[in-house]
């Protein structure tokens, strides 16, 4: 546990990996390697960590674990532009110009925005020009078979051989080789000459190149090694670019340093180049404070010197107002960042600089959306959409107005964004934004309700945090999975509850519909009973009053209306 413990650096990735880019900078490769080996142990394979590691290794001359790092990075993504760049950069390095050119042919057609690509299809092409000639120049013969390939290759395997240690027939013969042009030689060798010059004074000295180490190696060897490595860098660098190139080079950047001079004075160049580094490195290296006041002072300093001397002036200090705005959020002084940032889009709205009205409008969204205006900052990003050039920007932006949409709660809005952010993702293949995207949506999702949807789109979700070796995202993405699971569980409990219910109601109100009906049935029956046996007692009273008129009128007579009539004219008279 203890061995574990260690193995284990104290850190986190982002913070080893800004240690170590701030380190490159400086040029102190070798501890910026430290930084990059601990931030692979804590996310091994990480492609970005590897090609940063691989430039390491190649400012420090080791091309072959640089070539390793950068082969590493295109082997689960061979559209990498960042390693195929880096991989081409160390072919041409080690002298491999055709193989730097397929490379570099490769980057180009997938990112063909990228300047350094076709920069180094030139030098590339340019350099095998140099080796070989123009290809009109070159005429291939075939006039006998071709055994000469193994032959070539069989004296390749020796000459390799020959190289590791040099024999006593090889020093005589590079001492009997002719001597190169001086001038031309100290040209090529720049200020690697003067250590040349040193070694060939060493061989001069008889009893120190018959002496040895401690570990039983000839002076001489490795006097000799040394001068053979010189020599073959200096015929790399003649191949790469000759004298003639150097000499047109100069002479441009002599031509370039006159016409700037006239423009501005050289050491305000200087000033501004440096003095912008420095503002940057102060603000990735958590400086905040500092890299405010440095660009306040760089500002003011600016903003004191004429058009003559600083041509490109307006978009210095539209540039500073946004490295103040950055500042200024580190630091949390949002009002403060808000206006800066504005008066960046007024610098490059007033001078038409479309690229500094892009940033702007980047850098006021970020400040409306830390501060919780959500709509404010929707509005600006939705303004930048038309100005953003590469997919992986539209990723973003698309990503992030969808999150305030989100946090408005206006969830089919940041559904709609999610779906847009994810498909420009995957126009770019950047795996780690096709997850981003796809937990935007699904957040949307369970917002809407639409759970078995946010279920699915989860589950891609952790499919791509384990394609990244993102452990976070994966234990976030299941905990949201286990929630939304339980909330889809109660929805099929709920609606499985409103059908029995409603079934119950209905089998209920049949039931209760045929009780009354046989109650209005009983209660109709026994009204009629009653009716009828009123009217029953009511025959039978008048039955009896008619028998008891019958029996005191006795029988009824003949013509009984003339009688009748009688009857009434003596109950009359009576």
């Not at 013509?559 to 009539?565: A, D, L, M, Q, V």
């Amino acid at each position: 546990m203890a061995a574990a413990a260690d193995s284990v650096p104290a850190g986190t990735f982002p913070s080893f990996m800004t240690e170590g880019t701030l380190l490159c900078r400086r040029g102190e490769y070798g501890k910026a390697l430290a930084c990059f080996n601990n931030a692979l142990k804590l996310r091994a394979g990480d492609k970005d960590c590897l090609v940063a590691r691989s430039k390491c290794y190649l400012k420090l001359g080791d091309t072959e674990n640089s070539l390793k790092d950068a082969e590493a990075s295109l082997q689960n993504d061979k559209t990498f532009s960042k390693g195929l760049y880096q991989k081409a950069e160390i072919l041409y390095t080690m002298g491999d110009f055709e193989f730097a050119l397929v490379f570099y042919h490769r980057g180009y057609r997938l990112r063909p925005e990228l300047q350094k690509f076709r920069l180094g299809i030139e030098k590339s092409q340019e350099a095998i020009v140099n080796c070989i000639g123009s290809p009109s120049s070159v005429k291939l013969e075939n006039k006998e078979d071709l055994c000469f390939i193994s032959k070539q290759a069989e004296s390749k395997k020796a000459n390799q051989k020959l190289q590791v240690k040099l024999t006593k027939d090889q020093k005589c013969t590079r001492k009997r080789e002719p001597v190169r042009n001086p001038k031309t030689e100290r040209q090529l060798l720049g200020e690697l000459y003067a250590d040349k010059a040193y070694l060939e004074k060493l061989l001069k000295d008889e009893d120190l190149m018959e002496s040895s180490t401690k570990q039983g190696i000839k002076v001489a060897d490795l006097v000799l090694s040394g001068i053979s490595y010189l020599d073959t860098r200096s015929e790399f660098w003649q191949q790469q670019k000759p004298i003639y190139a150097r000499v047109r080079e100069r002479k441009l950047r002599q031509q370039r340093w006159m016409r700037d001079k006239k423009q501005k004075p050289a050491e305000a160049g200087r000033y501004v180049v440096k003095s912008m580094e420095d503002i940057d490195m102060l603000l990735t290296g958590d400086c905040p404070e500092e890299s405010c006041k440095k660009a306040e002072r760089v500002l003011k300093t600016i903003q004191g010197w004429s058009d003559d001397e600083v041509p490109n002036k307006n978009e210095l200090i539209g540039n500073l107002h946004s490295c103040i705005g950055n500042a200024q959020l580190e630091m949390g002084q949002m009002e403060a960042a808000l206006q800066s940032h504005k008066m960046d889009l007024e610098v490059a709205r007033q001078n038409d600089l479309p690229d500094a009205v892009s940033r702007a409008l980047d850098n006021i969204g970020r400040v409306y959306a830390r501060i919780g205006k959500f709509q404010q900052a929707i509005d600006t990003w939705e303004e930048k959409i038309p100005m953003a050039k590469s997919s992986l920007e539209k990723t973003w932006l698309f990503h992030e107005i969808g999150q305030c949409y989100l946090e408005l709660d206006k969830a089919e809005a940041a559904q709609n964004y999610g779906q847009k952010s994810l498909q420009s993702a995957d126009e770019e293949g950047d795996v780690e934004w096709q997850l981003h995207a796809t937990v935007l949506v699904a957040q949307a999702q369970v917002k809407l309700k639409d759970y078995w949807s946010a279920i699915l789109n989860f589950e891609k979700a952790l499919e791509k945090a384990k394609l990244i070796h993102n452990e976070d995202a994966q234990k976030a993405i299941i905990s949201a999975l286990d929630d939304v699971s339980k909330s889809f569980i109660e929805e099929l409990h709920g609606r499985r509850e409103e059908t029995t219910a409603y079934s119950f109601k209905e089998g209920s109100f049949s039931a209760g519909s045929t009780d009354d009906d046989n109650l209005e049935k009983d209660t109709e029956g026994e009204e009629s009973e009653r009716s009828t046996e009123h009217r029953g007692g009511e025959k039978q009273k008048a039955a009896a009053a008619a028998g008891t008129r019958e029996d005191h009128r006795g029988p009824p007579q003949e013509g009984g209306e003339e009688g009748g009539e009688e009857d009434a004219e003596s109950k009359g008279e009576e």
